[in-house]
């Protein structure tokens, strides 16, 4: 199994432990809304389009919550048990490249959504994924930054993402590059650079 497959697993056992109306990092989102949301993604080819097309947003939000309204347990169980057959991620390598991200990122939004979170331990399959996807996503979420953006490691992989004057360098481990780069707060981050500079980056609306 690979690292959506498994963030996958460990983000329904995290849903069963929790329950429905555990909060989020994602802004008005309790739990039983962040696995709608997966099951809209993974299920509705009719309502997925909504996630990013405005115009169609409501439709999916009235897909979103009726999934939201079911059994508990029957919505965990859909999200543990995968996309809908004809969906192109029940392939496990496309799984893979389309579903890394987002299970690793929606897993923290639960993990974080409540005091006393740590990071995880150091994995290398999914640091991996996280900083690729860091590095990719933030070519979008960070374009229109104020300031230039160099993401580093704390073993010294760089990648200049963003660039512009009065550049900051944002290190931390994968996993909290990545969330930076998806606009979620809740990250063990350093920032080296002028201070207003790095003020004008973490007010920045990075994508979400």
């Known amino acids: ?35 709608a949301h997966l099951l809209v993604r993974e299920r509705r080819p009719d309502a997925a ?10 439709y ?36 893979e490249l389309a579903n890394s991200a987002e299970f690793l990122i929606h897993h923290e939004d639960v993990r974080r959504g409540r005091p006393g979170w740590e990071p995880r331990p150091a994995d290398s399959a999914r640091d991996a994924a996280a900083w690729k996807s860091a590095k990719q996503a933030s070519k979008l979420n960070l374009r229109k930054s104020p300031v230039g ?19 900051v360098t944002v290190i931390g481990a994968p996993i909290e590059l990545l969330l930076f780069v998806f606009g979620r707060d809740a990250a063990r981050l350093t920032f080296e650079g002028d201070a207003y500079a790095v003020d004008r980056l973490r007010k920045h609306d990075r994508g979400l």
Not at 49 to 58: D, K, T
């Open 1 to 35: 199994m690979g690292v959506a497959g498994d963030e996958r697993r460990a983000l329904s056992e995290l849903f069963e432990e929790v329950g429905p109306d555990a909060p989020t990092l994602c802004t008005g989102w309790k739990t039983r809304d962040l696995a």
């Open 49 to 58: 389009p909504g996630i990013l097309v405005p115009a169609l947003a409501s």
């Open 60 to 95: 999916t939000q009235r897909v979103q919550d009726s999934y939201a309204a079911r059994p508990w347990s029957e919505v965990v169980g859909k999200v543990r048990s995968g996309p809908a057959w004809f969906w192109p991620t029940s392939i496990g390598a496309v799984d």
């Open 149 to 167: 953006v160099i993401l580093k490691t704390p073993e010294g992989r760089e990648a200049r993402v963003k660039e512009g004057p009065d550049t």
